[in-house]
């Protein structure tokens, strides 16, 4: 089956930092991987869509220049999260779907786990 | 537009059935169920396309009806693996972004 791959699973950096976060599709190419967001307990929330060789679409409230969004090709797609502040400690998760199958459902990343001190 | 699911959580002994409802105000091109174990990555169960189609997954079984615009899923003589947070996701046009509900907690004792 699809298999995404998401690094790390869990950081923890100081306030002000900056953070990376990887999500690789590793057998079936993704012209179009989804960033989510999800607070203990709540649902998941579109941060944005990030679309290969282009700028990504940003969900209404998701500051674009602090969650910085890169798809460089077709398996790798990447989020930074800039000047990290303790209100962005989150549990984000990405997925993705194959590129040649109309109706397939969506396959998440193991996640990351982000801690701000 | 955010789906709404209810109920929000439900407690169930092992072998009891249990309903999850989804319901949109948009018309909708697909739904997607999906089950979030504590800690751990949404875990995909089945999708339905518009069409009134009927799904199933081992004893988890779901509908869609798109004139109402409503998805239920069926867990039926539940398991204790069945708890969860279980989401259902709305899709508006084929290969969209997909919107999920507030998620309903389902535990399932022994």
């Known amino acids: 089956g699809a298999v995404v791959s998401q690094h790390p699973s869990r950081v923890i950096c100081k306030s002000g930092t900056s953070v990376k976060i990887e999500c690789r599709s590793l057998d079936f190419q993704a012209t179009t991987m989804f960033w989510y967001r999800q607070f203990p307990k709540q649902s998941l929330m579109l941060m944005a869509t990030?679309?290969?060789?282009?700028?990504?679409?940003?969900e209404q409230g998701v500051e674009k220049d602090k969650f910085l969004i890169n798809h460089a090709s077709l398996t790798l797609s990447t989020l930074t999260v800039t000047s990290a502040h303790p209100e962005d400690s989150s549990f984000y998760i990405c997925?993705?779907?194959?590129?040649?199958?109309?109706?397939?459902?969506?396959?998440f990343g193991n996640g990351t786990r982000l801690t701000v001190t | 537009q955010q789906p709404v699911q209810s109920p929000q959580a439900v407690i169930l002994r092992e072998g009891e059935d249990a309903v999850i409802n989804c319901s949109s105000s948009?018309?909708?091109?697909?739904v997607h169920w999906y089950r979030q174990k504590h800690g751990e990555a949404p875990v995909f169960l089945m999708i339905l396309l518009k069409g009134g189609e009927q799904k199933g997954h081992d004893k988890i079984s779901a509908s869609f009806n798109e004139k109402k615009q409503q998805s239920s899923l069926y867990l039926t003589a539940s398991q204790l693996s069945y708890s969860g947070t279980y989401f259902c996701?709305?899709?508006?046009?084929?290969?969209?972004?997909?919107?999920f509900g507030g998620g309903t907690r389902v535990l399932v004792k022994p």
């Open positions: 948009k018309a909708l091109y697909s």
């Open positions: 997925s993705a779907r194959g590129t040649a199958f109309k109706n397939s459902p969506l396959h």
């Open positions: 990030s679309n290969e060789g282009s700028k990504a679409t940003y």
């Open positions: 996701g709305t899709e508006l046009a084929a290969g969209n972004k997909l919107t």
